[in-house]
């Protein structure tokens, strides 16, 4: 029987942190062993050290370390004007640091409208 688990607080954040280690090498050996790419999609949190009021966005993503170094390329999605979104390659070992800009319209995504 598998129970569900509610974690609250920084009290538990080590093992947390090994149940999300567990599942994203799970995913990895997934993606290696039938060749298909996983998404993981993660929420991100103002940072509100003394550091963050020197960065241009001071937005960091949640999962520490575990999340950064289980990810080969990672994006970042924000929302432009109207339905135009922004995908940034945030960090990738084989892809240089770029936008695209998107729009999500009733029929799907498409070209963002100039």
Do not use: W
């Not at 922004?86 to 409208?113: M, R, T």
């Amino acid at each position: 029987e598998k129970k569900s688990h509610d974690y609250s607080g920084r009290g538990e954040l080590a093992p947390r942190q090994v149940a999300l280690g567990q599942l994203l090498r799970m995913l990895l050996r997934l993606a290696d062993e039938f060749g298909v790419a996983v998404v993981v999609t993660n929420q991100v949190v103002a940072q509100v050290d003394g550091g963050a009021m020197f960065q241009a966005d001071p937005k960091k993503p949640i999962g520490g370390n575990i999340m950064a170094h289980a990810s080969t390329t990672r994006l970042s999605l924000r929302k432009g004007r109207g339905e135009t979104r922004i995908c940034k390659i945030y960090d990738s070992p084989c892809l240089p640091e770029e936008e695209a800009v998107f729009a999500i319209n009733p029929d799907g995504i498409g070209d963002a409208k100039e």
